[in-house]
């Protein structure tokens, strides 16, 4: 562009320097007169807009802006350029031009008004103010970045670094010079897979932002988790031109959650209610525990005290504790056992209450934890009722381990063995087992530590009451953590005193069965000698009734002979159960009563061999009979009916037997259902039903009396299934 296509200069006050000046200025100046047409253009204009200036003059200058600048200062421009009120007054503003390849380029300006011919015209200097401003912020921006508490780096399209700032060398420990000119991998973990860094690479590289978490390592080895992002930034063309990348380190943050998440995992895990409360006592804090006990949600809960879901005397009492705690600030321990209405639920509750602060120090309310000891005080009472068992029993009884320590012995164990110290976990078996016995002792222990009980008698000599016979039983103690047993119980019992009332009853019973048998066998025979003796007169048939009445008695005195002689044979044995098919003892005992008592009709109903089998002694055969034979004893008609039923449960086996005979009075009742009523063992009956009573009792079995409809006896007697 020359100098000769400019318009001529506005008219200077005959100054031909100022004219020149405006000529030769490197800033474009126009000037337009008050309806915004172009009057004058500088030589500047046509390097700054690429236009021609001469063809610049007569246009408006409003059409040079463009119309997309969305900015009030330029629209109120606009409206001036194209409205006579004038430019004087609108002191320095932005104004957008549009270069003639379609570029706008900012300018600052301020429009000076003067004269031209008597005509108002404004003339203005435009300054390029992108360079300024962009400078300007640019230095804003650095100094912004240089302060940020993240680290900040800006590598070039191919990552190379080319800037860090401050808090990248204080997270990461590399200095500007340390990382300028190399490559992000020098904060590379290896933690990070390949298709990370391929995803990284394809976002960033199509003109996305990258955001996510990464593991990187600082300079001296230290992991570090930082929230990274990663945004291109783009030249006047478009093109990338280079990325920048900002890290925010969120390890500690990271770990701090990870801690919370893991408090919280458990505090919601915990079966124990966990709370937190304000000053007002209402609760802001609780886990899942509080509600299913409460049966109140959550929710409902955050703004509510304890009397909102447990009984008020509970409530009230915490209410005391929260207090003491807000006017003490120190913990107190405390139990109570508060009822649920809405779950319906108690239980007791071992509870630690804390003062609580906010952030500031000050005391912001109470937490607690609340321990449900509910199944530990049930143990406990349910351990201190053993323990009271154990302590007062006669029996000797003693615990030890896999290795022969004790684990505990009661009074008469310690007592009966020498024992003085009340703790004997440092005593073993060999401590308190002379060496004699030892190895007796010490095998049928290892036989019980194998998983099953044992049993046997043996001689002990007691330290003042010299040999004692003892029964010893060892049980295996359970392991609930392994397979075998973890010890060894062991129960001994003194039999010295009952062993010898046995023999003593033994030898009796053997005395009295030669002397009193042999002494009534002889009474008999000679009675009967005299009866059939007799002669035919009336003193003769006196004689003949008397002996007769003396062979009754003597035939009487010798079944309650054999009746007490077969009681003190179940009473001296150890009752030994097994498996018997009552009906078949039943249909047994009756074909043998059957040809006793000719005259009396006895039925009986049971089921096919093998569905009847129960839990009984060997004596359960003799019980019956003697039980359907006192039926027909007693009976009060000459054709006595006695019927019998047997019938099988899952559980039990019933024998009914009923008679139509006069009934069966109390006293004898008492005798077959409770072994009581010790005035009806002087007669037969009585001592025969005592017998059916042990039978049973070492049967584990029971008998029960009812009165038949219209008259007679039922008599039920109940037997258990065997074990499976």
């Known amino acids: ?38 009057v004058y253009a500088n030589p500047a204009v046509g390097s700054a807009l690429d236009r021609d200036p001469a063809a610049l003059r007569g246009r408006r200058l409003a059409e040079l802006i463009p119309e997309d600048w969305d900015d009030e200062r330029v629209r109120s421009l606009r409206r001036r350029l194209s409205s006579d009120a004038g430019l004087g007054d609108v002191g320095g503003l932005t104004c957008p031009l549009r270069r003639a390849d379609g570029r706008t380029v900012v300018f600052s300006v301020r429009f000076h008004e003067h004269r031209s011919s008597g005509e108002p015209v404004y003339t203005g200097v435009f300054r390029d103010c992108v360079e300024e401003a962009t400078a300007r912020d640019l230095r804003t921006f650095r100094n912004v970045v240089e302060h940020a508490g993240h680290a900040v780096y800006v590598t070039g399209p191919d ?50 932002v990258w955001e996510e978490e ?20 783009f030249d006047a063309d478009g093109e990338v031109s280079r990325f920048v990348a900002i890290q925010t380190d969120v390890t500690e943050k ?26 007002d006592g ?72 804390y003062p609580h602060y906010d952030a500031d120090g000050e005391l912001a309310g109470t937490f607690a934890i609340c321990r449900d000891v509910t199944e530990m005080k049930r143990r406990e009472a349910e351990l201190e009722r053993y323990e009271r068992a154990v302590n007062g029993a006669t029996d000797l009884i003693a615990a030890v381990d896999r290795e022969g320590r004790f684990l505990f012995a009661n009074p008469q164990y310690r007592a009966y063995h020498g024992i003085e110290t009340d703790d004997v976990r440092d005593l073993s078996i060999s401590d308190v087992v002379d060496d004699e016995r030892y190895p007796d002792v010490k095998r049928h222990v290892n036989r ?31 392991d609930p953590d392994a397979d075998g047993a973890a010890g060894v119980v062991g129960v001994l019992r003194d039999v010295t005193d009952s062993e010898n009332r046995a023999r003593q009853l033994s030898v009796v019973d053997r005395v009295l069965q030669h002397n009193l048998r042999n002494a009534l066998t002889v009474i008999r025979g000679r009675a009967r000698e005299l009866v059939e003796d007799a002669p035919d007169d009336d003193r003769g048939d006196g004689v003949a009734e008397s002996a007769s009445y003396i062979v009754s008695r003597a035939d009487d005195l010798l079944t309650t002979s054999e009746k007490a002689h077969d009681i003190t044979e179940i009473l001296s044995d150890a009752p030994e159960v097994e498996p018997i098919d009552v009906g078949q003892a039943v249909d047994g005992t009756l074909v043998s009563l059957a040809d006793e008592f000719p ?3 006895l039925s009986a109903s049971t089921p096919a061999g093998g569905e009847a089998v129960a839990s009984a002694t060997a004596w359960l055969d003799r019980a019956l009979a003697e039980l359907i034979r006192n039926a027909v004893v007693h009976h009060d008609r000459d054709r006595p009916t006695v019927d019998v039923a047997v019938e099988a449960t899952a559980d039990a086996v019933e024998v009914r037997i009923a008679d139509d005979g006069p009934g069966m009075n109390d006293m004898n009742r008492d005798v077959l259902e409770t072994g009581h009523a010790v005035d009806a063992l002087y007669h037969g009956s009585g001592l025969g039903l005592w017998l059916v009573y042990w039978v049973l009792q070492q049967s ?7 009165d038949a409809d219209p008259r007679g006896t039922v008599i039920t007697v109940t037997l258990a299934r065997p074990p499976q």
């Open 254 to 279: 990271r770990e701090a959650m990870g801690r919370l998440k893991q408090h919280r995992e458990i505090v919601e895990a915990l079966d124990d209610p966990i709370l937190l409360q304000n000053l």
């Open 1 to 38: 562009m020359s100098r000769e296509s400019s318009a001529d200069p506005p008219a200077g006050p005959g100054d031909d320097f100022f004219a020149s000046f405006v000529e030769g200025c490197s800033d474009p100046i126009l000037s337009v007169d008050g309806d915004g047409v172009i």
């Open 448 to 478: 019980a530590l194998q998983g099953r009980p044992v049993e046997y008698r043996t001689k002990r000599t007691h330290p003042a009451r010299g040999t004692r016979t003892v029964d010893v039983r060892y049980y295996p103690l359970a």
């Open 214 to 233: 990464i593991v990187d390592r600082r300079r001296d080895g230290e992991a570090y988790h930082a929230h990274q992002t990663i945004a291109p930034v």
């Open 282 to 353: 209402e609760f802001e804090l609780l886990n899942e525990a509080v509600s299913e006990f409460a049966g109140v949600p959550r929710e409902e809960l955050y703004g509510a005290d304890e009397f909102a879901f447990m009984d008020p005397e509970t409530a009230a009492e915490i209410d005391e504790r929260k207090r003491e705690v807000l006017e003490t600030e120190e913990p107190v321990a405390y139990e109570t056992s508060p009822t649920f209405e809405r779950s319906g639920r108690e239980a007791t509750f071992s509870t630690r209450r």
């Open 159 to 208: 990552g190379t670094i080319e800037y860090v700032n401050p808090a990248f060398t204080d997270n990461t420990g590399y200095e500007p010079d340390d990382a300028i000119g190399r490559t992000p991998t020098i904060l590379n973990s290896g933690e990070m897979s390949d298709e990370y860094f391929a995803a990284l690479w394809e976002t960033v590289g199509s003109g996305e």
């Open 599 to 601: 005259d009396a009709r």
């Open 700 to 706: 584990g079995g029971s008998a029960t009396v009812a």
